[in-house]
């Protein structure tokens, strides 16, 4: 296994959504980075469920990095049971999101500190104290921005589309609402600037990390960094490891392959990790100007996951000599 790179005082960032964004961002704490660690998240997929504010990509984050995430699904918490949920199902309502017991906690003082005028970015924090997390999760901003689905059916909630009717819909259109009156936090801006390297996990590059990069300003700070910028592939062999990202790059009109992902991240990225069954791509991506670096990028384990960190990582040291020879 490689070491972990130098990357001197800095923060390592990286902007995540997701479980393959969890699982990388653990990865990065298991290598010793934990303090130096800020993971930037999607809120996007974040929406109202039973009058609670759910979110869904800040919660995997919180509880993988908290060590209690359910390893079998990648979200919710180990051994949380559903009593209330089949309650509200006897009730009446309609239960096609799963809601654990104790996942239920923390939306509900989520919830009442956001009424009570709280950020989400300090919310996020307290939660995140709680369980003994010493990385930093930072929402990619502070105001509502839900994911919008088009279908050629009509228009459709991001989790309509994810959970409720499973993935099923053709995807002709992906748009962020109120993405104008978005800003990124200050806390964001602060970490970006003191970035020793950013790491763009291998999440779904249109509605994880999509996101966060449509927030008013924030690809362009990306641009405007002199520090390397590294990205982990979510596709493997022409298939997404996890969720639909195949799929949406497929009907949006985009080569579904690591230079189809890298061609979205083109302005702003130097390097991106593929997998080994992809090795072949590597010279027609690097003909964008990229480098790349060939590994297996599978994460099944948690050594999986601290020995990916760590390559990328080691990648993103020798890629700095070159963004800073540049």
């Not at 479980?19 to 929406?47: M, P, Q, W």
């Not at 919310?123 to 997390?133: D, F, K, P, S, Y």
């Not at 990790?273 to 099944?300: H, K």
Request: proline share 5%; with cysteine.
């Amino acid at each position: 296994m490689e070491t972990v790179a130098a990357t001197g005082s800095g923060l390592v960032v990286a902007l995540a959504g997701g479980v393959g964004g969890a699982k990388l961002s653990h990865g990065l704490a298991l290598n010793g980075l934990e303090e130096r660690l800020c993971v930037i998240v999607n809120t996007g997929d974040d929406f109202t469920l039973y009058g609670l504010h759910i979110s869904p990509d800040l919660d995997t984050v919180l509880y993988t990095l908290a060590g209690i995430a359910n390893p079998q699904t990648g979200w919710g918490i180990l051994g949380d049971t559903d009593h209330t949920l089949r309650m509200i199902g006897r009730y009446g309502r309609e239960t096609w999101f799963w809601l654990g017991d104790r996942d239920l906690a923390t939306h509900i003082l989520r919830t009442e500190r956001l009424r009570a005028g709280a950020r989400l970015t300090d919310v996020t924090a307290e939660l995140a104290a709680a369980l003994g997390v010493r990385a930093r999760i930072l929402p990619m901003c502070d105001e509502a921005v839900p994911t919008i689905v088009e279908t050629p059916t009509g228009s459709l909630p991001f989790q309509d589309y994810f959970v409720r009717r499973r993935q099923k819909d053709t995807v002709v259109g992906v748009r962020f609402g109120g993405i104008e009156r978005a800003r990124p936090t200050p806390e964001v801006l602060a970490a970006l600037d003191a970035a020793a390297v950013v790491v763009l996990c291998p999440s779904n590059p249109i509605v994880s990390i999509g996101p966060i990069v449509a927030v008013p300003g924030l690809r362009e700070r990306l641009r405007a960094l002199h520090v390397p910028i590294v990205a982990v592939s979510p596709i493997v062999a022409g298939q997404a490891l996890k969720g639909p990202a195949d799929r949406m790059l497929a009907t949006l009109g985009h080569e579904v392959s690591p230079r189809g992902v890298a061609r979205l991240y083109a302005d702003f990225l130097d390097g991106i990790v593929i997998d080994n069954q992809d090795a072949a791509l590597a010279p027609v991506i690097e003909e964008l100007g990229i480098a790349v670096y060939v590994t297996d990028t599978v994460m099944r384990s948690e050594a999986d996951r601290q020995r990916l960190a760590a390559e990328t990582l080691a990648f993103a040291e020798r890629l700095g000599k070159r963004v800073e020879q540049g």
